[in-house]
């Protein structure tokens, strides 16, 4: 299993240009989540889905949507990016979500960068 | 407001130390608790996961520890390795929501 991949690795945009970055798993869980982590801080979520076809917003969801179209897919995408925006974002990857056992999988990350 | 702090910020120890890092957390209505390492520039690697209604788990080296009436939990790291050099962040399971904490940047000398 590949396990959780995320596509660009790095990317840097302009003040107000457009990206989605992509997640996907192979292992059929039915939770992912999008975190940002900046400088010295905890990972801070942004969009969550429990299933194909239902996301619902995180902590910090402002100037990001979600689709959830397949099982194994989760894009994010940034609309109009602000430097605000400059972070590393983690997608990351559970079954059931939220049992007693349970443990998310991380992929490894898209360091953004907005100019 | 569910929140995780960790203490310390950042820790410098020589080889073969045994440490201690402390996660505290504000809402005690939890899952479980896992301990994440993170290395500079990589995603972040479970080491353990303990159940709300356990007190501590172990793996190895490390044994991580869960008051959860006190909000609290410990990650012992014995005899530590310049390998254990990493970033680690304790992450509260709320149920559709994790909540992590801001990490610990451990450096182990040689």
């Known amino acids: 299993n590949a396990g959780v991949t995320q596509t660009p690795k790095f990317r840097i945009l302009k003040i107000g240009q457009s990206m989605t970055l992509q997640c996907a798993q192979d292992?059929?869980?039915?939770?992912m989540y999008w975190y940002r982590q900046d400088p010295g801080m905890g990972l801070k979520l942004i969009y969550y889905?429990?299933?194909?076809?239902?996301?619902d917003k995180g902590e910090v969801p402002n100037g990001y949507n979600v689709s959830r179209s397949t099982t194994e897919d989760f894009p994010l995408r940034l609309e109009l990016a602000a430097p605000s925006q400059t972070s590393v974002y983690f997608c990351?990857?559970?079954?059931f979500g939220g049992g007693n056992t349970d443990t998310q999988y991380f992929g490894p990350g898209t360091r953004l960068t907005v100019l | 407001k569910q929140e995780v702090t960790q203490i310390p910020a950042a820790l410098s120890v020589p080889e073969g130390e045994n440490l201690v890092l402390n996660c505290s957390f504000t809402?005690?209505?939890?899952?479980?608790l896992q301990w994440f390492r993170q290395d500079p520039g990589k995603g972040l690697t479970s080491l353990l996961l303990i159940q709300s209604s356990q007190r501590e788990q172990t793996s190895g080296r490390l044994n991580a520890s869960l008051d959860k009436s006190s909000g609290r939990s410990t990650l012992y790291i014995a005899a530590s390795q310049p390998g254990d050099s990493a970033t680690y962040l304790c992450a509260v399971n709320y149920g559709q929501n994790f909540v992590f904490g801001p990490g610990t940047r451990l450096s182990v000398l040689p």
């Open positions: 889905s429990v299933g194909a076809g239902i996301t």
């Open positions: 990351a990857s559970s079954y």
């Open positions: 292992m059929n869980h039915n939770y």
């Open positions: 809402d005690s209505a939890i899952y479980n």
